[in-house]
């Protein structure tokens, strides 16, 4: 009978009404042993009436087996696999075993799962209960929390039973951030009840007390306690009251009650606490290995410690630890030993060389070797925690020093990946102290510096990975190049934070980088381009960046080589006002990551794309991009990145747009991206031009122009001399400009061309700015950038109301009013505005649209769908479920005012 927990129950029921209802949410149950999480769980089973139950529960050792925990979940709902779409349905089948093919990214799986999920509760809600998910596989934990954080109306429910453990696994930590219900000890008067209801005979009140305090109202310590209520047997446990924890002290009870039984009987209770699935038959060949007949289990039943029938099963999970840790580690041995001789090599060679793994005394080169296949196998199936949890224990087997050195480098190469980097931190001391050969330690040498990375963004990682592509070249002179383009990378990455001269220094070792094996790639041509842009400047490195980018939109693949630098190709584009490769890379950029469901790099090119979204003018649509990664950042766990500021300083609003900056500057201090610190200042320059600000507008722009970053400078140029014109500063306009117009003229996209003749316009005084302005609006109608568009057409207006020439003033004031007000950035338009009421023009109001009134996500959601996507392929391109995606559409037909899909095609959205 259970006793308390109202609240709890209250809490269980109100998750399963709201799911009838059509939401969805999940539910982390936290607590230490025995205090009921399980009980909770069972409670939430019992209740559910009308939903359909799945249930798993992760399995102390089971650690190391990939996708073990998420396939018993997923097991029964398997026959919906064929409503997933494609690259979904094949992640999948690959985690769970059933096909060969390319390693799925966990978070594939996970936005997989969520469709499976979603798919099984059409027909009924669904109850998915997830027990002792401490003890889950780390990629399955992973899953269950991405799909945890993107439920939200497909009548769906996840309850987790999650023990507080110090140190938390892998597996408890990826938990974090989703809702909690965490489990105290029972009320005194509860905890009375349930201690009188568990002793038939009546205690001695000095023992009752005792027994109630040294529980602290955790059942199972009441209820395992009582069994030795006699004060006899109270004087051993009890003497010393604060030496144990209480689950600590249960698991002694446990302990005392299984040495009481014969020596063949505690045996096989080890056996049976060692294998982790609790196979029986698995049971009893092991025990025919040891000679021990099964009969001798008898006498652990009559205890009710554990149960045997068809699997094995002990009364609870304690009892498992207390009898495995109650051994020697000689008896340990043994027992797996016995246990990896009753496992098919053929069925179930993991396992097999996991238990021979557990028995071994000191090292053993076949064991270490057979571990070593086991990881070959997990990482196929996209297990890398797996994968490096093999191999970490490969390493400690392995007699030869050198051939441990280099599984301890795979391992650490696979914690990496994985996202455990201090784990492979600890791994690769172990690599390096070893005899590498000299391409292993360049190897090593490189994931040194790409884990520092990961783990502190440290400014010493271009210069470590310079030293390791110098080592690189004359061994694998493809990884050198690579590791160099790399450096550079990190290089611009840490920007202004970075070490001496910064990039220009890790360019100038880079030059000594071995030529391409070949014929070069995309990322070979990059290389080269950047090392010419960083050692001879802008205008020497057009020609190598063109060839590069014009490779890149070339070689279209989903392979690695087409990837590759990928990051870097953007940046010079952006660099070379090359808006429309630019456009074409980044949608490239997104579909890679999206496909490999890479949600990192997806958040990364998402950001990205957004930014060229605000400068075309679809300012919206930007929005709802920026919604996704805030979402996808949200699903991993990860803290926001606080980058959407390209968007809210092109729409101008100044305490928005200040309140990230300040944010920006500080995380991007702290984490040594200086890069960032280049991008907020140049759009702080942006702001600041729109509000007319221009002092502010020239301190921000000298930021990024001062550094002659990649990317910012070509941003910040224009916006400094505009600045320095309105400031009142006609010299520094006109050396910037300078600059500017040799670049744009190397350049010689529409793009620069435009922008170069809007500044020279700028800085022209008399009748011969008239053609410059003309030109930049030319020029500029021939590119992308709607913004540039509109904001030509702003300045030529001002200068020509200057000028006296009122009716043209208005013309083409009102013209940028109306782009700019309709493009959403307010801050420009206001200024045009100013302007055309200084000729006497009342600008026109822009009317209010229907559309205004949706979410950044419900436009994204809208446009999607207006454009003729299923609900269905919103969902995959979201990762939500088709049903999530429904529900907002309900809210955005409320919002339109309209009925269905069709009728969306007809609306105006922004
Ligand atoms: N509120 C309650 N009233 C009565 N008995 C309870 C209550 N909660 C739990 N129990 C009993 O206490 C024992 C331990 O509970 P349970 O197995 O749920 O703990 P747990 O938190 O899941 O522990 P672990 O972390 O070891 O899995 C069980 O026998 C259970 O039936
Ligand atoms: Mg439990």
Redesign the pocket.
Known sequence: ?????QAEHVAVQRLLTSARGGHSGALV?R????????????HARETASGFRVVNTVGVESEIGFAFAGLHQLCAPLLDRLPALPEPQRTALAVAFGQRTGEAPDPFLVGVATLGLLAEAAEDEPLLCLV??AHWLDLVSAQVFAFVARRVQAERLVLVF?L?DQVPASEAAKVFAGLPELR?AG?ADA?ARA?LASAVRTPLDDRVRERILAEARG???A??ELSRQAAPAGLAGGFGTPDALSV?GRIEESFQRRAAGLPAPTQTLMLVAAADPVGDAALLWRAAEHLGIDAEAIAPAEATGLLEVGARVRF????VRSAVYRAAGPAERRRAHAALAEATSEKADPDRRAWHRAQAVLGTDETVALELERSAGRARARGGLGAAAAFLERATALTPGPADRAHRALAAAQAKHEAGASDAAFDLLSIAVAGPLDALHRARAERLRAQIEFARTRSSDVPGMLLHAAKTLAPLDPAQSRDTYLQAIEAAIHAGPLGHGRGVVEVAEAASDAPPPVGPPSPADLLLDGLVTRFTCGYEASVPGLRRALHAYRENLGTDDTSRRGLWGACRAAYMLWDDQTLYELTTRYIRLARDAGALTTLATALNFHSTILVQIGDLAQAAGLVADVTAILESTGAPPLPYDIVRRAWVGRRAEALEQFEVMVQEATRRGEGTVITLANSSMSVLYNGLGDYRAALKAASVPCDYDELTHSSAALPELIEAAVRAGEPARAEATLERLSSRARASGTPLALGIEARSRALTTTGPAAEDLYREAIDQLSRSRYATFLGRAHLVYGEWLRREGRRQDAREQLRTAHEMLSGMGVEAFAERAARELRATGEQPRKRAAQPADALTPQELRIARLVAGGATSKEVAAQLFLSPRTIDAHLRNIFGKLGIASRRELRTVRLP
């Not at 009978?1 to 927990?5: K, Q, S, V, W, Y």
């Not at 009364?315 to 304690?318: A, E, G, Q, R, V």
Request: no cysteine; net charge neutral.
């Open positions: 009978m259970i006793r308390g927990r149950v607590g230490e042993a025995g205090i009921g999480k399980t009980e909770l769980l069972r027990d002792d039973g023990r489990l029972l509860d349930l955790n059942p199972l009441l209820l689950p009364s609870h999970p304690l």
